[in-house]
């Protein structure tokens, strides 16, 4: 036989040799032991873990939903000049309706009467003047109230600012009350409407239960021990479930988020798919420092005196905005993410005989002789009789 003919005996060996794997059965029950706790650790993985806990035999969609709501409640404010002044809802809800959001004052700096004219500056390191000469005209701060007409005035006995043109009188917004003005506000109610749908499940549902008639609804008030499917909420219960104090919270404002998670299984052995309301303080209640605290903005509301000069009330509004934050996700059984989450599975099986096989390999006693009758290597030319050597090894 020439070399190259043997050579190329060996590339037909490769290309065209059977493999087949044959079977080795061990009597051993540890090993026994530890293949079948692999298995049983792959099964509940796969039972337990992607089943049950990921429901990854399920299609996913997202909520889609729309949110409205509506206030409720009184107050009674007892300024000590004036008479007590009543506030409604159209008072202290600001704007009147909004995207997800509802802004309630409870507590203001109230500035009436204000007209296009010039007054002294509120006093500070940069206004105060000892003559014209400090004042700049025309120059205008943006932390200032307005624009410097160059006079230097008196802003009261002993202090002189620069002059400015502004709406007059200027707002003094440091004399904040420490106690909410509109404390009554922990007693107003939140109707909140809620309508979502799965679009691919073609499911719509609305957070005012199909089971709440309006007699119901008219007296219910949200608990989470007795009622925690009514939505009409107290502000005071959602700012504590939130962890704050109301009254603590009313006096600088803040933010309250209102989170409805919809989130539901929607085979038919599954529970019913209900909001569940949760409650957390969005903004920070410490800032550092306690620089900038709460939350606050201003307006103003217009009208003509009676002698024709175009007036202003300007209210430096402190208050709660509650944020109403919808999320969710539904399932539903899928016949796609099941067959690829079962193929899964199976390869994971696949995987345990090499576990087992490293484990025999390794930590038995009889390793050695495992290793040798795992693998046999036979020659081409190799008589009947000498197959049957791999039954002598068991008695050596
Ligand atoms: C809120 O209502 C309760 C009970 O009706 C009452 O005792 C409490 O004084 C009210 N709070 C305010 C600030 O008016």
Not at 112 to 124: D, F, H, V
Not at 153 to 166: H, R
Request: proline share 5%; glycine share 6%.
């Amino acid at each position: 036989m020439s070399k190259s003919a043997g050579f190329c005996q060996g590339c037909l060996h490769y290309v065209f040799d059977y493999e087949t794997p044959k079977t080795l059965v061990i009597p051993n029950i540890r090993l026994g032991f530890a293949f079948r706790f692999t298995q049983f650790l792959v099964v509940l993985y796969v039972v337990g873990y992607v089943c049950v806990v990921q429901k990854a035999y399920q299609v996913t969609d997202s909520v889609i939903s729309s949110v409205t709501t509506k206030v409720k409640g009184f107050a009674l404010t007892n300024a000590s000049d004036m008479d007590p002044r009543l506030w409604d809802v159209a008072d202290y809800v600001i704007p009147p309706q909004g995207d997800h959001s509802v802004f309630v004052m409870t507590n203001m700096v109230v500035t009436p009467e204000q007209t296009q004219s010039r007054c002294a500056e509120l006093p500070s390191p940069s206004t105060t003047c000892t003559d014209d000469c400090d004042c700049r005209e025309g120059y205008s701060d943006p932390r200032g109230s307005g624009i410097q007409t160059g006079l230097c005035v008196n802003y009261s006995l002993t202090v002189q600012t620069c002059e400015v043109l502004s709406w007059c009188p200027l707002e003094i917004d440091t004399e904040l009350p420490q106690r909410a003005q509109l404390a009554a506000a922990e007693n107003f109610t939140m109707l909140i409407k809620n309508s979502i749908t799965y679009p691919m499940f073609k499911f719509y549902r609305r957070n005012i239960l199909p089971h709440v008639n309006s007699s119901y609804l008219k007296r219910c008030k949200f608990s989470r021990a007795t009622d925690p499917d009514c939505p009409i909420f107290r502000l005071k219960d959602i700012v504590s479930e939130a962890g704050e104090d109301f009254q603590d919270m009313a006096v600088k404002g803040g933010v309250l988020g209102i989170i409805i998670d919809w989130s539901c299984d929607l085979d038919w052995w599954a529970g019913k798919c209900y909001p569940k309301y949760s409650f957390r303080r969005l903004d920070n209640k410490h800032p550092d420092n306690n620089v900038a605290p709460g939350y606050n903005f201003r307006f103003a509301k217009y009208y003509k005196a009676p002698d024709g000069e175009e007036t202003r009330t300007l209210i430096k509004a402190y208050g709660i905005r509650f944020d109403i934050i919808v999320f969710g996700t539904a399932g539903k059984f899928g016949i796609v993410p099941t067959i690829v989450n079962l193929g899964a599975a199976l390869s994971f099986l696949s995987l345990v005989p090499v576990v087992s096989d490293w484990f025999m390999l390794t930590c038995t006693r009889k390793r050695d002789l495992y290793g040798k009758l795992k693998a046999t290597y036979m020659a081409e030319d190799t008589v009947a009789e000498d197959v049957s050597m791999g039954t002598s090894y068991g008695t050596q």
